[in-house]
């Protein structure tokens, strides 16, 4: 008995070492079998995924309530007071920079 313990023991601790390799190996088998759901709650999930990416084209809120709608004005006004924009000005715009190359002659000798 002790014998086919120690036989059973030593096969599953073998395995256990094997298993990353072996998992390694076959996730690039799966992964395109994976494309595909075979679970329809997983299938749902995908399709809810592809429904949102096709309203949030645009770069604006996916319907949105008179709530949050009134909570981001309010956020944008409080950031373009923060930082002092003006009324109607656009916050995505940066103001134009402009870098000057300074002149290194006086300071590198050749």
Not at 33 to 45: H, M, N, R, S, V
Not at 96 to 103: G, L, Q, S, V, W
Request: proline share 8%.
């Amino acid at each position: 008995m002790q014998q086919l313990l120690q036989m059973v023991l030593s096969q599953v601790l073998v395995s256990a070492r094997q298993a990353p390799a072996i998992l390694r190996r076959n996730f690039g088998i799966c992964v395109p079998a994976a494309q595909k759901a075979a679970d329809p709650i997983q299938q749902l999930f995908v399709d809810k995924i592809r429904e949102y990416k096709q309203k949030s084209s645009g770069g604006k809120l996916v319907e949105p309530t008179q709530d949050i709608q009134k909570e981001l004005a309010a956020e944008l006004e409080r950031v373009s007071k923060m930082y002092g924009f003006k009324q109607g000005q656009n916050l995505t715009d940066l103001p134009p920079m402009k870098f000057d190359n300074p002149d290194l002659k006086p300071i590198v000798p050749l």
